[in-house]
């Protein structure tokens, strides 16, 4: 009897080994937000980013050490539009509008982090992620009554993401992914003045926040 009791413990054991799998890739895209500088338009904000709500792509990797700690990475691409904003300045003998505007910001890049997953319900598991990186950004080229003013500058900085996931299981093997993440960098660019030839460092900050939905594999 104990034989078969220690026979049945074994083989469901090996039962669950053979089920838990170690690594998932998931795809997954949506919304993202721009938020706090990035978001501004004030012309007396020196960060402000301009930038309207645009999209994200995605694609996490991760690898669990056991059932609840495990390393994640994620590759990503966004882009924004941006919106414009009007200026005008007192002349004393009258008033100038100038209307300020620019061209899409595009980024993209590489993350890697600690991960932890556990399982709130059957067939759904919830995972926590907090990653370092780096990131290029393309600071759009800026306009003044849709004339040049300055050129489009590509800049690389470090990055740092936070969030949560769920993983809704639809089959052995593959599951619904649905992604919440918060986004923040502060690249560096060389800022070219057109009219004097004049280059400056800049810094711009960029918070975002993404929601996303996909699908992931197991195995």
Known sequence: MIALLAGSVLSAQESDNAAFKKSFLAFHAGPSVPISDFASNNPGNDEAGMAKTGFTIGMNYGYRFNTHFGIEAAAFYNQYTSKKTVMTFDLGDGTESIELSLDNWYLYGLTLG???????????????????????????????????????????????????NLKIEAGKQ??????????????????????????????????????????????
């Open 114 to 164: 600690p991960s932890l997953e556990f399982s709130p319900a059957k067939k759904l598991s919830a995972g926590l992620h907090v990653q370092g990186g780096v990131a290029n950004v393309r600071l759009p080229a800026f306009y003044l009554n849709g004339e040049d003013a300055t050129k489009a500058d590509w800049g690389i900085g470090p990055v740092l993401q936070a969030g949560i």
């Open 174 to 219: 593959v599951f619904l992914f649905v992604n919440g993440d918060y986004q923040y960098m502060r690249p560096e660019f060389n800022i070219l003045d057109i009219w004097t030839d004049d280059t400056d460092k800049g810094y711009q900050k960029i918070s975002v926040l993404n929601a996303t939905a996909g699908i992931g594999i197991r195995f």
